[in-house]
């Protein structure tokens, strides 16, 4: 049914940047939230940001806030996460997620569809 799929991870120093993409196949955005998520051994999968079906509402984990910026291009059917300055913490595997309904929710229940996810290691 409905699939996502990430790209854009990789191996980068410190201070660097990487832009993550996320392609759904036969989802149209129409009362939808998207999200993207994080999750390294031993620890919780943990929200990074997420951005309603017309980008009315976008929020930020105070982690990355004011480094990371979530936008999408809806006629694309994608959804992308600019990540700036990097630091060695920010290394994990990140999850692209979205979800029917008029509101855009937080938690990771919430969201049903999910991609496979892509590594990220910053050095």
């Known amino acids: 049914h409905v699939q996502l799929v990430e790209s854009g991870g990789g191996l980068v120093q410190a201070g660097g940047s990487l832009r993550l993409s996320c392609v759904s196949s036969?989802?149209?955005?129409?009362?939808?939230?998207w999200g993207w998520f994080r999750q390294v051994p031993g620890k919780e999968r943990e929200g990074v940001a997420r951005?309603?079906?017309?980008?009315?509402?976008?929020e930020y984990a105070d982690s990355v806030k004011g480094r990371f910026t979530i936008s999408k291009d809806s006629a694309a059917n994608m959804v992308y996460l600019q990540m700036d300055s990097l630091k060695p913490e920010d290394t994990a595997t990140y999850y692209c997620?979205?979800?029917?309904?008029?509101?855009?929710?937080?938690?990771?229940?919430?969201?049903?569809?999910w991609g496979q996810g892509t590594q990220v290691t910053v050095s």
């Open positions: 997620a979205a979800h029917w309904g008029a509101y855009c929710h937080t938690d990771r229940a919430s969201f049903q569809f």
């Open positions: 036969r989802f149209t955005y129409r009362d939808s939230c």
């Open positions: 951005i309603d079906s017309d980008g009315s509402l976008i």
